[in-house]
């Protein structure tokens, strides 16, 4: 069965106009695209929520891009990094949104969500010559600042994947991690059944938005249910730190059932469970999708994992910046539908929507024709 987000609260007419399909090699020059490789990423039906809080009512929509740029703009994309597959499917889904609007892009990353003051001086630094950004938010109050002083200068300023409380962004594009970790939740009891079970939980770093958001949606799911998280563990999403992180749980907590968490979680659990001969005994999870919950589902060594179209998001992020410049109506806030993996489903599963091709390297800066 291929799970999906509750139903959105009322329907809406579509979003605008015609898409030119975005998909090619690496390299920084925008060019011609196979249409085969780019088929029905748009139009697409996406989440539409009345103003830019989360908690504002939703309904669904047809999102389809504009066609092509009229001008070259400078478009400066910020991301915490590109060191796992989940922001490498955000970096693919902005450069290739780029070349096909015929815009120019710079992408900088900071290295890890430690690093906020270095996103902060990378922001800076790229605005400059940028007519718009794209902000991949290392905290959820962090840059409120940096954004209103670029906002300022009339920049606009989309809010891509982790969210962030400034209300000077022009757009959203994302989806909420309260609804990933609460569809997570619910696939959890759904396995349990009437058995009471413990979960050692893995929510990402502390402070990020995301994270955070998950973790409340992933509780409050639970709540009177027979699923009892015993240890709940903040961190980075570097596969060192979730390793780390995990062995810590289960030396903690040797009885858990089940390890869930980020992508990086349930990646690096495989391993540690096999080496600790507990791979039949706890089952792993993650709350959101990459390349290795792929394998790992595909292999049988992870259970679930919802995906959030991660490429789609950048791809829709760099049209909002486009919109927003050429004057152009923006949807305020919009996110793909969510879907829930599993081996069972994984047949009916777009993998484009969400992951880089196989051997994909970041692409830093792409070039307008």
């Known amino acids: 069965m291929v799970l999906m987000r509750k139903p959105a609260l009322a329907a809406a007419s579509a979003v605008s106009l015609l898409l030119l399909g975005a998909c ?72 290739e949104q780029a070349k096909a609007a015929n815009v120019n892009m710079t992408f900088v990353e900071a290295g890890g969500y430690e690093n906020l003051d270095k996103q902060i001086q990378q922001i800076e630094d790229c605005a400059r010559s940028a007519d718009a950004l794209v902000v991949g938010a290392i905290a959820y109050d962090g840059l409120n600042s940096t954004i209103e002083r670029i906002a300022a200068e009339g920049k606009p300023v989309v809010d891509v994947i982790n969210g962030m ?56 799911a639970l709540k009177g249910s027979n699923v009892e998280i015993v240890d709940t563990k903040f961190g980075d999403t570097g596969k060192d730190a979730q390793s780390q992180l995990i062995e810590d749980a289960l030396a903690s907590n040797p009885d858990i059932d089940y390890i869930i968490g980020t992508a990086v979680t349930a990646e690096a659990a495989g391993p540690i469970l096999r080496d600790k001969e507990l791979s039949d005994k706890i089952k792993v999870a993650g709350y959101y999708f990459t390349p290795g919950t792929l394998e790992g589902i595909e292999r049988g060594t992870i259970e679930f994992a919802p995906s959030d179209s991660t490429a789609i998001q950048g791809r829709i992020a760099v049209d909002q910046a486009v919109r927003a410049l050429e004057k152009q109506d923006v949807a305020l806030h919009v996110g793909p539908e969510l879907v829930g993996v599993t081996k069972d489903s994984l047949a009916d599963f777009d993998v484009n929507s969400t992951l880089a091709p196989d051997g994909y390297k970041p692409v830093f800066n792409v070039k307008a024709n």
């Open 24 to 95: 090619g090699s690496a390299s920084e020059k925008a060019e011609s695209v196979d249409p085969a490789e780019t088929k029905n990423w748009a139009p697409l039906t996406v989440d539409s929520w009345a103003t830019l809080a989360m908690d504002s009512e939703r309904s669904k929509v047809e999102y389809t891009p504009l066609e092509k740029a009229t001008s070259p703009w400078n478009i400066c994309v910020s991301v915490p990094h590109v060191k796992d597959a989940y922001w490498l499917g955000v970096n693919y889904g902005v450069a």
């Open 165 to 220: 409380s400034s209300p000077k962004v022009t757009a959203k594009s994302l989806v909420s991690f309260y609804d990933l970790a609460q569809l997570t939740a619910e696939w959890t009891k759904d396995d349990a059944g009437a058995d009471p079970v413990k979960v050692a939980w893995f929510p990402g770093p502390k402070g990020a938005g995301w994270a955070e958001d998950g973790n409340k949606g992933f509780a409050e």
